[in-house]
């Protein structure tokens, strides 16, 4: 009886937390976790809701350093944005590109990460470093996250979230 509570216990814990991480972007020992994140917008076409993010992406332009690289046909469009200070790591600060891909469909849109780029803050341009987003292994030791890089993983994923999480209550909200 007490090993059939533990299973059950098990399995909802297991089964929230599944839940829980799939809207949000992670980094793990496999990279990046989801790969992309589908959000279903009600009653919403495809091109309304590729005219509307397109018009919240040109309001974002100044404020978030974003740029609009492709649209095509009201079904994609691939966009940058550049946080600086995003991430530290050893006393030292580190700007990020994160290049992101928005395909619509009616009644929803789905949001991939492509490509984090990291350049470090310093008089010197060092230039861009592309963060394999494929593999978070050599972050990770006996299935843990090392400390040092705790938060540098956490910093590095939550432009995307808080990214992410603007669009879709743009969208939602009007």
């Known amino acids: 009886m007490i090993y059939f509570r533990r299973v059950i216990l ?8 599944v839940m829980h991480c799939q809207d949000q972007f992670t980094i793990d020992e496999l990279g990046l976790s989801p790969k992309s994140i589908t959000t279903t917008i009600e009653q919403s076409s495809k091109q309304e809701l590729y005219s509307k993010t397109l018009a919240w992406l040109k309001g974002r332009n100044e404020s978030h350093n974003l740029s609009v690289e492709d649209k095509s046909d009201s079904h994609t469009i691939n966009f940058t ?5 995003a991430v530290s790591l050893d006393k030292q600060y580190y700007k990020a590109k994160y290049h992101v891909t928005l395909n619509f469909i009616d009644g929803s849109y789905t949001f991939k990460p492509t490509k984090i780029e990291l350049k470090l803050n310093s008089k ?4 861009w470093k592309e963060f394999n987003l494929n593999t978070g292994a050599m972050f990770y030791r006996r299935g843990k996250v090392i400390r040092k890089y705790k938060r540098y993983l956490r910093d590095l994923t939550a432009p995307l979230n808080e990214f992410r999480n603007q669009l879709h209550a743009h969208l939602k909200g009007g």
């Open 124 to 127: 010197y341009d060092m230039g």
């Open 10 to 17: 098990f399995f909802t814990t297991l089964s929230f937390s």
């Open 81 to 85: 944005f550049i946080k600086g200070n």
